[in-house]
C-alpha cells in the first residue's frame, strides 16, 4: 500500500455515503473481523452501512460489536453504489445472492485483502499478501489515515488476526503480527475471552462429527501412516465445509506418523479424499495419481469408487512413498 | 527484580563453575525451555551444567537445542554447590530423586520463577509474579544483563512462552508476550515448526484416549451439562496426570453448557472429578460438597463410590445450580 492508496482511500469514504460491506461465503473470523471494523470505522465518521453476508454467520461471532447487523442478502431491498469488500480474493467469494444485488450503478468497488491469489478485482484495491490477516491490512490503514483506534475496533481487528494464524501458530505469524496483537490488547481487549468463544467453542454436531470421525481412527502396521473415515452428522453444508477438513489433523497429530488420510462419503456416494504430511512426502503427487491436486503438505482428490476400495488404493499409493 | 538481582546473579554465576540445571516434576514446555535457555546461557560463558529432571521429558521437546542433554537423576553421581531451579513454585517441584543429588553444601541456590504462589526457597529468588511464564523471567533477566540472545535461546524462551499462554491464548497473556515473541522471532526461530511439533503432536496413547472418552460423551437434557469418562488406555501415570485434565475441556467446548464435566476412573476405585464452568455456575462449592476444592470455573473432587452412583450425585448436585 502506498500513500497514494490511502488518500484515496479517505478521499472515496467522504465522498460517499452509502456503504454496502461485503464479506466472502461460508464466513470465517478474518471476513467478519474485517467487515466489523470497517463497519465501525464507517460510524465514526457518520456513515450509514449494511452488512451483508451470503450465509449466516456462526452463533459463537456473535459477541462481537455489530456482529448483530450481518443481514443475508434476502434482507435488503435497497441497492449500492460504493461497496467494500474484505478478504474476498475474487469476485465469486462474495456469493452468488449477494451478486445480484450488486447494481451495474456501482462507482466505487473498493477490494481490501491479504490473498497472494487477488486478482484486483475491485477499483481501489487494497492489497497486502504479506500480511497474515485482512485485518492487518485494515488496521495498517487506519493506522495511515491517522484514525485512532478504539476497544470496538480492535476487538474486531484482533478477530482476523488470531483465527487467520491460528493463534499465531500459522506459518504466517510473524514478529508484525505479534507487535500488532500488543497494540490492540492496550485498547483492553480480552484475548482469553475472544479465543474461548471462537476457537474452544464447538457446536454439538460439530463435536458428535468429531466423535465419530475419531472412532474410525486406524494407523497401519508401520505407525507411519493414520486415517479416519469422516461420518456426517450433520445437515448444514457451511458447517460440512469449514470443519470436516480439519479433522485430518487428529490423525497427523500422532507422533511417528508422516501421511494421515480422510475419508468423506459424499452424498454422490463418492469419496472425499484429503491427505496432509509431515516431512518428506510429497502428497500433491499420491492426489495427482487420481487426478486430484494440492501441495507438498496438503493435498486432495475424490474417486468414484467404494469406500473399502478407495481406501486400499490410497493407502498403496502411499506407501509407495513412504 | 531489581538492578540488585541482576547483578547479584551475575555476580554469582561467574564466580561458580560448576552448574546444576534443575526444572519440575512431570516437565512442560515452560520448565523445559528455561533450563535450556539457562543452558545455553552458561554455554556461552564457558561454564559446566548439568540439566537434569526427575522424569524423562517427551520425545516431542528433544527438538529443543540441548534438549538431548536432559537426564535423569539415576545418571548423576557428582554433587553440586550451585544450583539453578526453573518455574517451580517450592521445593517439592524438583522431585524426590533429584532432591537426594542436593547436597548440604550448596552455596548457592537461585530460584527462578513466574509462580505467584512461590515461597522464596532459594538463596537468590529471581521472581515475577506477572510474567506469563518463567522463560519471559529469563529474557527480562538476561536483556538487564545486557546479554545479546541467540537462536537457541530465542527458541527455547518463545518454547514457554508459547506453551503457558496456550499460544497466547490464556488470561496471562498481556501486551509484553506479544513484544518478546515479535523480538524472538527476529532471531529466525520458526513458530510454526515449534507450534506443530508440540502443541499438534500426540502420542498414539493420548489420541486413543481422547477417542475412548469422546466415545462416552454424554449432553444433559436442558443442553447445559456436558460430561465424559475418561477411559485410560496407558500405563505412564506422567501421560495420565498431564493430558486427562485437558480433556474436560471438550463437552466445555459444546455451545450452550454451562458446566462440563470428566469423569476419571482410579486405579482404586474411586472416580475422580474434573469440573469446569463457562459464566455463572460456581463449581467449586459442587466440588465442596464432595470435600473438593478449586476455583469458580475450575475444581475438582475424588468420590469412593461406583461411577453410576457418583454422576448421578454430581449432575444432581450441578442441577440445583444451573
Same mark, same amino acid.
Given at each position: 500500500?502506498?500513500?497514494?492508496?490511502?488518500?484515496e482511500?479517505?478521499?472515496? #469514504?467522504?465522498?460517499?455515503? /452509502?456503504?454496502?460491506?461485503?464479506?466472502?461465503?461460508?464466513?470465517?473470523?478474518?471476513?467478519?473481523?474485517?467487515?466489523?471494523?470497517?463497519?465501525?470505522?464507517?460510524?465514526?465518521?457518520?456513515?450509514?452501512?449494511?452488512?451483508? /453476508?451470503?450465509?449466516?454467520?456462526?452463533?459463537?461471532?456473535?459477541?462481537?460489536?455489530?456482529?448483530?447487523?450481518?443481514?443475508?442478502?434476502?434482507?435488503? *431491498?435497497e441497492?449500492?453504489? =460504493?461497496?467494500?469488500?474484505?478478504?474476498?480474493?475474487? &469476485?465469486?467469494?462474495?456469493?452468488?445472492?449477494? *451478486?445480484?444485488?450488486?447494481?451495474?450503478?456501482?462507482?466505487?468497488?473498493?477490494? &481490501?485483502?491479504?490473498?497472494?491469489? /487477488?486478482?484486483?478485482?475491485? !477499483?481501489?484495491?487494497? #492489497?497486502?499478501?504479506?500480511?497474515?490477516?485482512?485485518?492487518l491490512?485494515?488496521?495498517?490503514?487506519?493506522?495511515?489515515?491517522?484514525?485512532?483506534?478504539?476497544?470496538?475496533?480492535?476487538?474486531?481487528?484482533?478477530?482476523?488476526?488470531? !483465527?487467520?494464524?491460528?493463534?499465531?501458530?500459522?506459518?504466517?505469524?510473524?514478529?508484525?503480527?505479534?507487535?500488532?496483537?500488543?497494540?490492540? #490488547?492496550?485498547?483492553?481487549?480480552?484475548?482469553?475471552?475472544?479465543?474461548?468463544?471462537?476457537?474452544? !467453542?464447538? *457446536?454439538?454436531?460439530?463435536?458428535?462429527?468429531?466423535?465419530?470421525?475419531?472412532?474410525?481412527?486406524e494407523?497401519?502396521? =508401520?505407525?507411519?501412516?493414520?486415517?479416519?473415515?469422516?461420518?456426517?452428522?450433520?445437515?448444514?453444508? *457451511?458447517?460440512?465445509?469449514?470443519?470436516?477438513?480439519?479433522?485430518?489433523?487428529?490423525?497427523?497429530?500422532?507422533?511417528?506418523?508422516e501421511?494421515?488420510i480422510?475419508?468423506?462419503?459424499?452424498?454422490?456416494?463418492?469419496?472425499?479424499?484429503?491427505?496432509?504430511?509431515?516431512?518428506?512426502?510429497?502428497?500433491?503427487?499420491?492426489?495427482?495419481?487420481?487426478?486430484?491436486?494440492?501441495?507438498?503438505?496438503?493435498?486432495?482428490?475424490?474417486?468414484?469408487?467404494?469406500?473399502?476400495?478407495?481406501?486400499?488404493? &490410497? &493407502?498403496?499409493?502411499? !506407501?509407495?512413498?513412504?
Amino acid at each position: 500500500m502506498n500513500n497514494c492508496q490511502q488518500n484515496e482511500f479517505l478521499d472515496n #469514504i467522504r465522498a460517499n455515503d /452509502n456503504f454496502l460491506i461485503i464479506s466472502h461465503v461460508n464466513p470465517d473470523g478474518d471476513t467478519i473481523g474485517s467487515a466489523l471494523a470497517i463497519a465501525h470505522f464507517l460510524k465514526r465518521l457518520n456513515k450509514k452501512f449494511v452488512i451483508i /453476508n451470503e450465509h449466516v454467520i456462526a452463533n459463537k461471532y456473535l459477541f462481537l460489536p455489530l456482529a448483530d447487523q450481518f443481514i443475508t442478502p434476502d434482507k435488503i *431491498s435497497e441497492r449500492f453504489d =460504493t461497496v467494500i469488500a474484505v478478504d474476498c480474493a475474487d &469476485i465469486k467469494r462474495i456469493g452468488e445472492k449477494v *451478486s445480484t444485488k450488486l447494481a451495474d450503478t456501482i462507482k466505487l468497488f473498493i477490494n &481490501i485483502d491479504h490473498h497472494p491469489t /487477488n486478482d484486483f478485482y475491485g !477499483t481501489l484495491n487494497i #492489497i497486502d499478501a504479506n500480511a497474515a490477516s485482512t485485518t492487518l491490512v485494515i488496521y495498517n490503514l487506519l493506522k495511515q489515515c491517522d484514525f485512532e483506534l478504539d476497544y470496538q475496533i480492535a476487538v474486531n481487528l484482533y478477530t482476523g488476526l488470531m !483465527t487467520d494464524t491460528g493463534s499465531f501458530k500459522y506459518g504466517n505469524t510473524t514478529s508484525q503480527s505479534h507487535l500488532v496483537a500488543a497494540k490492540l #490488547i492496550d485498547y483492553g481487549i480480552n484475548v482469553y475471552d475472544i479465543a474461548d468463544r471462537i476457537l474452544e !467453542t464447538n *457446536s454439538i454436531n460439530q463435536l458428535k462429527t468429531i466423535r465419530d470421525s475419531l472412532a474410525t481412527l486406524e494407523v497401519d502396521e =508401520t505407525g507411519k501412516i493414520a486415517w479416519i473415515t469422516v461420518v456426517l452428522d450433520c445437515n448444514h453444508e *457451511s458447517f460440512v465445509e469449514n470443519d470436516v477438513e480439519g479433522l485430518v489433523n487428529y490423525p497427523r497429530s500422532i507422533e511417528g506418523v508422516e501421511v494421515a488420510i480422510s475419508f468423506k462419503l459424499t452424498n454422490d456416494n463418492k469419496v472425499k479424499v484429503g491427505l496432509r504430511s509431515k516431512k518428506y512426502v510429497d502428497v500433491s503427487k499420491i492426489a495427482a495419481a487420481f487426478d486430484g491436486g494440492g501441495h507438498k503438505r496438503a493435498a486432495g482428490c475424490t474417486i468414484a469408487a467404494p469406500l473399502n476400495i478407495v481406501k486400499e488404493k &490410497i &493407502i498403496d499409493e502411499i !506407501t509407495k512413498h513412504i
